[in-house]
């Protein structure tokens, strides 16, 4: 459905208010700051992770800022306990306007050093998992005649880079799945994009932000000259998932300081 823009007054295009998000992984880093937003902006998240004790934390916390939040704890390469997720989602909510595939594995290893049952597994819960529940998100979707799907890839999808294989093919993977979601269900009032984001300092690359060598290093490597902060990915989000980003489909949404740009 087309946003008519002159009947909604500009900041109200940004608005979530009334929708409910998943966002997968957000307990903490990236997918908090995501989550946090949207809640901020009027949506009822979604918390997710596989520690339902760090979820509810979570969930807590924004409800003690006055957002609706509720914790859903389940493992995303988990079959059955995603089926049973969203039959809880539909029970309690009856619907899903957002969802946010944030979950990601990573394994550092060449394809000499890396074996077949990891790459099974970062393929599993990097790729497949990513599909499947955009899946079940879109089919609610389309009942409803509007959704956001909305995939956190990696700038390593479209590069590449020694001792860290499997990991860009499984998120350039997931790049190609969005674009199949946007050409199946744009007629039906859902969106379907990725956000690329680069180099943030968020709680899992702590060790390399904090290391006197690589943290540097790495921030000097960007054209900002520095390492993202996880808060800075918020703002794509919100966009995509907004009526704002109405017309944005099948796009990829570089959040690098510049990193993907330089020869």
């Known amino acids: ?16 208010a009334g929708r409910v ?21 009027g949506a009822h998240v979604l918390i997710n992770g596989r ?14 800022r006055g957002l609706a939040a509720s914790a859903l704890a389940f493992d995303v390469a988990d079959d059955a306990a995603v089926e049973q997720a969203f039959a ?17 594995a990573r394994n550092r290893k060449t394809l000499a050093q890396i074996s077949p049952a990891e790459v099974r597994a970062l393929i599993e819960t990097d790729l497949v998992a990513g599909i499947l529940l955009a899946r079940q998100a879109a089919t ?5 005649g509007y959704g956001r799907l909305i995939a956190i890839t990696s700038v390593v999808g479209a590069l590449a880079r020694h001792g860290d294989a499997v990991y860009p093919a499984a998120k350039q993977g997931l790049t190609g799945i969005m674009r199949a979601l946007a050409m199946e269900h744009g007629a ?25 060598e690589v943290g540097p290093r790495v921030a000097a490597r960007n054209p900002t000259g520095r390492w ?9 989000a919100v966009f995509l998932a907004s009526p704002a980003a109405s017309y944005v489909n099948g796009h990829v949404l570089t959040v690098d300081g510049g990193l993907s740009i330089q020869m």
């Open 1 to 16: 459905m087309a946003l008519d823009t002159a009947a909604v007054p500009y900041l109200q295009q940004f608005s979530l």
């Open 21 to 41: 998000a998943l966002v997968t992984g957000s307990a903490r880093g990236l997918g908090w700051c995501i989550a946090s937003a949207m809640a901020g902006c």
């Open 51 to 64: 520690n339902a004790d760090a979820a509810e934390a979570a969930a807590t916390e924004l409800r003690a």
């Open 88 to 104: 809880t989602l539909d029970r309690t909510h009856g619907r899903l306007d957002i969802l946010v595939n944030n979950v990601g």
């Open 140 to 144: 609610r979707m389309r009942a409803h």
């Open 188 to 212: 039906h009032g859902i969106t379907s994009n990725a956000i690329a984001p680069g180099t943030f300092a968020t709680e899992t690359n702590a060790a390399m932000v904090a290391d006197p």
């Open 228 to 236: 993202g902060q996880p808060e800075e990915i918020a703002g794509a």
